[in-house]
């Protein structure tokens, strides 16, 4: 077990050395760019953060009374809270950040108008700043929006004057392009004289833009599952203004539920003030038919018996009254339900009603039904958010119907059950005289009439109390408070954005750059594309001369050639043969260069090398010998004299070992004819009688069919692919090709290999385009060489 972890160990350790030299090898030869790219990265982050305006977070946050989570109240509180209910959180925070709360804080605080000071492309807020702020007189009908207006500001004559020229004087209603406008003098900036001719911009925003800018940039909720604590959270360029927002908001919120609180209670103070006039009236006719039938009967009180009755039957009497007191209110709300519109109304008083959830639903459905006319004047009718309030209204309907059928019913059996005590005491009062008799009834109707009449004067009293004294359902523990340092741009966070993502951005424009070229790129793409192998590699060479290789330098690309050498001799020696054709699949592959070199270091090896310029439409090789329009190919395959071929072979002064045959001087003949000709036949036998080594520069494969024609004399076949030259798709057809794979033991020369990355001259294995192994990168790995064939 021992044994296998540590090779289990070691596997990962050597894979995770390969995914290194991987990633070497594709990225370190770029380090150049990835370098500026970071320098030009954090410069650029350090020019946002120099100007984009940095945010503040503003903080709040206020307790409220929730039912859910026992906050308790004392006693004087619980007094004067009559029409208070306890809340839930969750409910109060969506009225928190609900729009009928928001778009009190926009037209408060003006938040639809902005001010700004800087230059038409680069500007901050002047909410501190600014001489001047601006009032609509109705922000929600705003005739158009404006975008960056320039002003300045005259305090001499207290006028402002815009870009176009028009002058606006403070503190008056002018009519103007956006709707009835208002410039005030700014009481958060003491020195208005200072920024007097500045140039500064407003911009006016529609009401609804700006009730969605301040909800997506508040923040609201409670501080933990078992708390009543409501956090409140704004982020803003200016702490002060976000200040102003949060302590407004907390504001509104609190006036809003005293609003409440004062609407229940004026609603349930005119309900009893109309119940009080009508009990008055019938207790005041109560107490005179009482006296009028004293005087008429001469009865001055009744006996033991009917104070014993009426005092059994008062209380019996006085649950009775407040059944029906309640049956009313039921009746009335029953009816505001049935009878109402959309339109909100004053909510019926639940005055006397036990049942805490009528209330709630009351209230909702208020809150709902103001919420609509807000947003009537805001939104269209199909807007989603009004569709989800109506949504709401319909079925908060019938669940108030609902409860006031319940209830009803319940206190319909309860008071039929006082009636059927009530007949009790009514045998009682049949067992009177009938003058005490008729009293006692009176007297009876006069109790009931006096306890309804103290019942609604206590309520009255209640009711103005609660009226007058309303207390908010919150308590603010936190005023708007303002974070020392910005939110927003975090600096660390913006230069290691900086430092990081030109990484795998610029990685990913490699790789694409790559793979998505149309070039031969890499030795691993032509193994992918062929079968045919890659004898050799050679790297790009910048040269004025197609000659690179000499007897004294010892240049990289002077080893690639012997290298390609020696796998060429070895090749030609399996098969026993000297000729070489060198060909590529289009023109510009640099076949001349590498037939010339190739026969420099054959030559170089002691090999007897003749070179032929087969290609006798661009003959490039014959003035590197200084042999440019000499007696040569062309001349000889038109030729009957056979002692005069010789005369076309000529020693190179390069090397004595190296012979050339130029392609001549413009044949007479197509050359494609004169290479199908007998006498080129019986050149190539002459010269395998005298040479070790036949290099032939042939013509590319296309469009001309000249490397086809000669190939009956290879031996050996060279087909040269250029690296950022050759397309991808000439080395995919080599395998679909009959002609191409007819050709004679063909092998592909992947030449001009470049080196990756930022490197400006020389050539080297581990960074460039050529094979990659796993020892290392190049044909051959650092330090190893293919052994020498030819010494």
Not at 759 to 787: D, I, N
Request: aromatic share 8%; with cysteine; proline share 4%.
């Amino acid at each position: 077990m021992k044994r296998m972890k540590v090779s289990k160990n070691a596997f990962v350790e050597k894979a995770d050395t390969e995914l290194l030299q991987r990633l070497s090898f594709r990225y370190l030869p770029y380090w150049p760019l990835f370098l500026i790219a970071i320098i030009l990265s954090l410069a650029a982050a350090w020019l946002y953060l120099k100007y984009k305006t940095p945010v503040y977070e503003v903080t709040g946050s206020i307790l409220v009374k929730d039912q859910k989570k026992g906050l308790d109240e004392s006693k004087v509180e619980d007094a004067l809270n009559l029409f208070g209910e306890k809340k839930i959180i969750e409910n109060e925070i969506e009225v928190i950040r609900s729009r009928s709360i928001i778009s009190q804080i926009v037209s408060n605080l003006n938040l639809y108008a902005t001010m700004e000071e800087g230059s038409e492309f680069i500007t901050r807020p002047a909410y501190l700043s600014s001489p001047v702020t601006i009032e609509l007189e109705k922000p929600d009908n705003l005739l158009h929006e404006a975008n960056k207006v320039k002003f300045s500001y005259n305090d001499f004559s207290k006028t402002i004057v815009t870009e176009d020229g028009t002058t606006y004087p403070v503190g008056q209603w002018i009519d103007s392009y956006w709707g009835k406008i208002r410039f005030l003098k700014d009481s958060l900036n003491p020195a208005n004289g200072i920024n007097a001719g500045k140039s500064f911009f407003f911009s006016l925003t529609s009401l609804p833009k700006a009730i969605n800018k301040v909800q997506n940039e508040i923040e609201i909720s409670s501080s933990n599952k078992l708390s009543s604590v409501i956090n409140i959270s704004y982020k803003d360029p200016v702490p002060a203004r976000g200040e102003a927002i949060v302590n407004e908001l907390i504001r509104v919120y609190e006036q809003a539920d005293v609003n409440d609180k004062n609407s229940t209670a004026k609603n349930t103070l005119d309900f009893v003030e109309k119940r009080l006039q009508l009990a008055s009236k019938q207790l005041d006719d109560i107490e005179a038919n009482v006296q009028k039938f004293r005087t008429d009967n001469d009865v001055v009180d009744v006996s033991q018996q009917s104070n014993q009755y009426l005092q059994n039957v008062g209380e019996n009497d006085q649950k009775l009254s407040e059944m029906d007191v309640q049956l009313s209110i039921l009746d009335q709300i029953e009816s505001y339900i049935l009878t109402k519109q959309d339109r909100p109304g004053l909510v019926p008083t639940t005055l006397g009603i036990k049942d805490g959830m009528l209330s709630q639903l009351l209230d909702k459905l208020y809150d709902s039904e103001i919420q609509v006319e807000k947003l009537k004047r805001t939104t269209a009718e199909d807007n989603p958010i009004m569709v989800s309030v109506r949504n709401e209204i319909e079925k908060i309907k019938p669940s108030i119907l609902e409860n006031v059928k319940n209830q009803r019913s319940s206190i319909q059996a309860a008071r039929n059950q006082l009636l059927s005590t009530s007949s009790h005491y009514n045998a009682m009062l049949n067992r009177l005289p009938s003058k005490e008799k008729e009293l006692a009834k009176i007297s009876r109707q006069q109790n009931i009439d006096r306890s309804i009449y103290s019942f609604l004067l206590q309520k009255k009293e209640e009711a103005s109390l609660a009226f007058n004294a309303a207390v908010s359902g919150s308590r603010i523990i936190d005023r708007a408070q303002s974070s020392t340092a910005p939110v927003s741009p975090k600096a660390w966070m913006v230069f290691l954005i900086a430092l990081i993502l030109p990484v795998p951005l610029f990685a990913c424009a490699i790789d694409a750059r790559e793979q998505l070229s149309n070039k031969i790129l890499f030795r691993r793409t032509i193994e992918e594309l062929t079968v045919i192998p890659v004898i050799g590699e050679l790297g790009y060479e910048k040269a004025k001369s197609l000659l690179v290789v000499s007897n004294n330098r010892r240049t990289a690309v002077t080893e690639q050639f012997r290298n390609l050498r020696n796998s060429a001799v070895s090749n030609l020696s399996k098969v026993g043969g000297k000729t070489i054709i060198v060909t590529s699949s289009i023109a510009g592959e640099g076949k001349s260069f590498v037939a010339i070199n190739l026969a420099v270091v054959m030559a170089q090896a002691g090999k007897k090398t003749v070179l032929i310029e087969a290609d006798m439409y661009k003959p490039k090789l014959g003035s590197v010998f200084h042999l440019k329009n000499s007696y040569g190919l062309s001349e000889v395959l038109q030729s009957a004299n056979h002692p005069m071929w010789f005369s076309a072979i000529h020693r190179s002064s390069i090397h004595d070992n190296l012979f050339f045959i130029p392609s001549g001087t413009a044949p007479g003949m197509n050359p494609s004819e004169l290479l199908m000709s007998d006498n080129f036949g019986i050149l190539m036998k002459e010269l395998a009688n005298g040479f070790d080594i036949i290099i032939i520069d042939s013509v590319p494969v296309k469009p001309v069919p000249d490397a086809f024609t000669i190939n009956r004399f290879a031996d050996m076949t060279l087909f040269v692919v250029r690296h950022g030259v050759t397309p991808k798709e000439q080395v995919l057809i080599m395998d679909e090709d009959i002609k191409i794979q007819n050709l004679i033991n063909i092998n592909i020369v992947f030449n001009g290999i470049k080196r990756r990355g930022m490197a400006t001259s020389g050539f080297g294995y581990s960074f460039g385009y050529g094979f990659e192994s796993k020892e290392g990168y190049g044909y051959y790995s650092k330090g190893k060489q293919r052994p020498s064939v030819l010494k």
